[in-house]
């Protein structure tokens, strides 16, 4: 009974399982629509590629002058900022010590050529002239002492006493000359070349001190100047009457050591303005590429907006392309042209750094 009828059966299903799941297989799966459509050209035949928003002066990276401890930060994400202004400080009170260190310094060698440019002071003169008057009396009294020996027998002194006697006439007449040379020393008053050591001495001292100062403001960071201008003389000056910066990124915090050494920049400003884009042109379509080819970008998740380009420059060194977008497609060891638009955003809301996708008319 259960090999006539059950083990038939059973045959029976299984072979009809095996084929409705083959037949299953063979199905093609539905299609799956991305959650958000790709970009689509308007154009029959274009130039594509991968576009990122940038300001007009592309990403300023603002990095210290010197190392150090970072003291205080000035900024913050998004705040507007105009050349000049100060972005962060680092700690700065060695260089303040060194500072007052050398202005004292600078104070005394002032105060020594003063000293040396004044005139002779009045109170000096009866001083040096008390001297003169010392000296002849010391003369006088040497000269009498030497008279009075020559007078007397020679047998009554020695020869050694009237040599002493002799020679104290002589050392007075020395010393008088002496008192009457630092008399008219001090009427002359100082030296023309110890006032010109006195005088490089205090330009040494300033320089010091100046050499400090820069060194102590380059501690603290300021905007940069975008734009210049020649004046009435043609020396260029900064020309930032409208010019302002947005505060991209900062990437420091008080009490952090800081240097130049990283990769990661300490301050990222962008220029407030005009946006423009970098568009990233493969190598092999680059023949195909003219500047006044008009073209649209359309950010990425949001395919149903375009926004008119107009073209800028051209960077002409082509490099390695850098920025991605992770199509299975997508050569990785390709080289591209950047390109760079002006993108009318008309009043719509663009971040720096986000991608948008560079269509260019290519027809011909």
């Not at 195909?288 to 375009?306: M, Q, S, T, W, Y």
């Amino acid at each position: 009974m259960l090999t006539r009828y059950v083990l038939p059966f059973v045959a029976v299903c299984t072979l009809v399982f095996a084929i409705t799941q083959m037949l299953k297989a063979q199905h093609k799966p539905p299609e799956v629509s991305p959650p958000i459509e790709p970009g689509k050209s308007p154009y029959v035949r274009q130039l594509a590629g991968a576009g990122i928003i940038e300001p007009e002066t592309e990403n300023i990276a603002i990095g210290a002058q010197l190392p150090g401890v970072v003291e205080r930060v000035y900024i913050k994400v998004g705040q507007i900022v105009r050349p000049g202004d100060s972005l962060f400080q680092l700690d700065e009170r060695q260089l303040r010590a060194e500072l007052r260190a050398r202005q004292a310094l600078m104070q005394s060698a002032e105060a020594s050529l003063a000293k040396l440019e004044s005139p002779p002071r009045v109170e000096e003169r009866p001083v040096n002239e008390a001297k003169v008057l010392e000296s002849e009396v010391a003369l006088r009294d040497a000269t009498l002492q030497y008279d009075r020996v020559k007078r007397l027998n020679t047998t009554a002194i020695s020869e050694d006493e009237q040599t002493k006697k002799y020679m104290a006439v002589e050392l007075g007449k020395a010393q008088l000359q002496k008192a009457k040379a630092d008399f008219k020393l001090w009427e002359a008053g100082a030296w023309k070349q110890d006032r010109l050591i006195a005088q490089a001495a205090v330009e040494q001292a300033q320089s010091q001190v100046n050499q400090t100062s820069t060194e102590l403001s380059r501690l603290t960071t300021q905007a940069p100047h975008a734009r210049w201008k020649l004046d009435s003389s043609g020396v260029e000056v900064p020309d930032d009457s409208n010019v302002q910066f947005k505060v991209l990124q900062v990437n420091i915090r008080p009490g952090e050591y800081i240097n130049n050494m990283g990769a990661t920049p300490h301050v990222v400003l962008g220029y407030v303005g005009q946006l423009h884009v970098r568009a990233d042109l493969d190598e092999n379509d680059i023949s195909r590429f003219r500047p006044d080819l008009p073209g649209v970008a359309k950010p990425r998740g949001n395919p149903n907006i375009e926004y008119p380009l107009t073209f800028v420059r051209i960077e002409p060194y082509v490099i390695p392309k850098r920025s991605l977008t992770g199509a299975n497609t997508e050569r990785v060891d390709t080289r591209v042209l950047q390109v760079i638009y002006s993108i009318n955003t008309k009043g719509d809301m663009l971040y720096i750094g986000q991608q948008v996708d560079v269509f260019i008319n290519a027809q011909e």
